[in-house]
């Protein structure tokens, strides 16, 4: 974690900015039992369907977005969380643009 976020009141959503066709993260914490990453997805971006090794929770926090696990589609809005299961095929996508928090326990 960089020094200019540690002992701040900071809003997660102006941590990372849009930007056109893309998807862009940004790491806030990495440990060995886990991570915190932001991500901004553009509308009609996602990533494709993989697996992880660690339990995952994903917290839309601005737009609309699209998570499928094991296949099944669920519409995620923000202010929404969402599990994704260890080593269970999961795909995001940007109905619209959002931005998520993604956070990754190891242990």
Known sequence: MSEELKAKVLKFEDLIEYQDGAV?????????TGTVTIFAFDKGEGLSEHTAP??????????????????????????????????????????ERYKMILTMIRS
């Open 54 to 95: 660690f339990d995952a929770m994903v917290q839309v926090i601005d737009g609309k977005a699209e998570i499928t696990i094991a296949g099944k589609k669920n519409i995620l809005n923000r202010g929404d969380m969402i599990i994704m299961p260890a080593n269970v095929p999961h795909a995001l996508y940007g109905l």
């Open 24 to 32: 862009v993260s940004r790491e806030i914490i990495r440990k060995d």
